[in-house]
């Protein structure tokens, strides 16, 4: 008779591996009520018509309406909105992390995970701001978020944490590179498909779109609606670096910094403004908030060493609410964000308004 001991002893060892597996896996597998996940080998998310709206970008379907509870789909909408990423791909985040809150495992309410992460997004307390509750304005180096209004980022709150998650995500290439920007959540490809293939169900059409604002159909609108043929030219050069990274100091044609994007978008039609952002800001003439236009600058208290009479990170207005802006090195490529509902806003002002540029446009007409 043979000796089946290491046959029964390669069972053992492979069933024990199972076992291990599993307990790992566990407290990950929020997914309740979906069937396994194939994995999503597309990189860019489709784009809705130019011009469709807020309720066309926002739709769900039956599966959202069913599994998401009222108050957490009313905040993905709402802060995803506000930041400018996908509502369906917060909620998938959502569902993947504590099935929308719903978890009995440690961590979701009080406490950490075995990982260290907390609250219905699971953020690591030092990434959320090194506490889980911060008194709300306060310097901190996180994504901690008041999203109720009340003076408090706290992590097990889920309208602080949808809003703290929200702007990870953009910081990181959302709404255009959201797969890239999930990636960072979690740092696993697996994570990434299961989370789309989530997104993907809560969308009405079974498609995770990006905002219209992304969507080069939308430019000529824009153009056609500057108020002179320079403003049209300033953005048509702005808009055709999209896509394009972020570079310190960088004025093209590789990539840009926030004020060298403006710098040259000027220069492309034959005027001088100063290159920095702290030179930009005293430079134009000052508008106020509401009344801007496209050609304008909007400003941002953002980075070390800035403030109210310093800011220092700048877009170029394209049309009343929406600018392009190079952000950061990891904030993703050149692109058009929102930014009225953005924190740290100092001010606009209008260059085409100082008496140099006016002069330079004098000139420009004469020749």
């Known amino acids: 008779m043979r000796n089946n001991k290491p046959v029964r002893l390669a069972l053992i060892l492979g069933v024990a591996a199972l076992c291990l597996i599993t307990l790992i896996m566990a ?12 994995s999503i080998t597309g990189g860019a998310a489709q784009q809705p018509e130019c011009g469709e709206g807020d309720e066309a ?25 506000k930041v400018g990423v ?13 099935n929308h809150g719903r978890s009995t495992l440690p961590g979701v309410r009080s406490g950490t995970n075995y990982a260290g992460a907390a609250g219905p997004m699971q953020f690591l307390i030092s990434t959320w701001g090194g506490k889980a509750k911060i008194k709300i304005p ?39 590179d959201v797969r890239r920007s999930l990636f960072v959540y979690n740092r696993a490809w697996w994570y990434v498909d299961q989370v789309m293939e989530i997104a993907k169900k809560y969308a009405k059409d079974g498609e995770v779109t990006v905002p219209p604002e992304a969507d080069e ?17 300033i953005l048509e ?13 960088g004025t093209g044609p590789a990539g840009y910094d926030c004020s060298g994007i403006i710098y040259m978008a000027y220069r492309s039609v034959g005027l001088t403004i100063p290159r920095t952002t702290f030179g930009q800001w005293p430079f134009g003439v000052e508008v106020p908030a509401g009344e801007e236009q496209a050609g304008d600058l909007v400003f941002f208290n ?39 509902e953005r924190t740290g806003i100092v001010g606009f002002t209008r260059p085409l308004r100082h008496p140099q540029v006016l002069a330079q446009l004098k000139t420009r007409e004469q020749g």
């Open 237 to 249: 050069y702005a808009l055709a670096q999209r896509g394009k990274p972020y570079i310190w100091g």
């Open 27 to 38: 407290p990950m597998m929020m997914i309740s009520g979906f069937p396994s996940f194939p």
């Open 302 to 340: 953002s980075g070390p060493g800035t403030g109210p009479d310093r800011p220092g990170h700048v877009g170029l207005v394209v049309s009343p609410g929406k600018m392009v802006e190079a952000r950061c090195r990891l904030c993703g490529p050149i692109k058009v964000t929102t930014y009225r």
């Open 57 to 81: 970008a926002e739709d769900q379907s039956e599966t959202a309406t069913s599994d998401i509870p009222e108050e957490y789909l009313k905040l993905y909408r709402e802060h995803g909105k």
């Open 138 to 176: 306060s310097t901190f180096n996180g994504y901690a978020s008041d999203g109720d209004g009340d003076g408090w980022a706290d992590v097990y709150n889920p309208a602080d944490a949808i809003l703290g998650a929200a702007k990870m995500l953009k910081r990181n290439g959302a709404p255009e």
């Open 217 to 233: 159909d939308c430019d000529e609108p824009m153009l056609e609606a500057a108020p002179t043929s320079t403003v049209a030219a």
């Open 86 to 98: 996908q509502w369906n791909v917060l909620a998938g985040v959502g569902k993947r992390e504590t």
